[in-house]
Nanobody
Framework: QVQLVESGGGLVQAGGSLRLSCAAS????????MGWYRQAPGNQREFLAD???????NYGDSVKGRFTISRDNAKNTVFLQMNSLKPEDTAVYYC??????????WGQGTQVTVSS
């Protein structure tokens, strides 16, 4: 059984930065992908970024140039560095992971609040 635990959320002023972490326990077959999504109240869950075990990355249009995804394969951990945060970035941020094709495991989410 795979469990994902996010950390690093919190309250930050507009223009500030936060770094989210997500640690996976259990084994995910390789090649695999780890990524980040977010959901604001009343909105659908939005894709932000993902990264494969080989290091290939993809970004959603809303965060390109501001957010950077990285991972530590040895620690089964994925990070999301978020810079130039805006109030509209306020949401619950979720980590997801899984094989390239197959089911996705989800974390419980961490709240990010950006004040204006």
């Amino acid at each position: 059984q795979v469990q994902l635990v996010e950390s690093g959320g919190g309250l930050v002023q507009a223009g500030g930065s936060l770094r989210l972490s997500c640690a996976a326990s259990g084994s995910i077959s390789r090649p695999n992908v780890m990524g980040w999504y977010r959901q604001a109240p009343g909105n659908q869950r939005e894709f932000l970024a993902d990264i494969t075990s080989g290091g290939n990355t993809n970004y959603g249009d809303s965060v390109k140039g501001r957010f950077t995804i990285s991972r530590d394969n040895a620690k089964n951990t994925v990070f999301l560095q978020m810079n130039s945060l805006k109030p509209e970035d306020t949401a619950v941020y979720y980590c997801a992971a899984g094989p390239l094709v197959g089911r996705r495991y989800w974390g419980q989410g961490t709240q990010v609040t950006v004040s204006s």
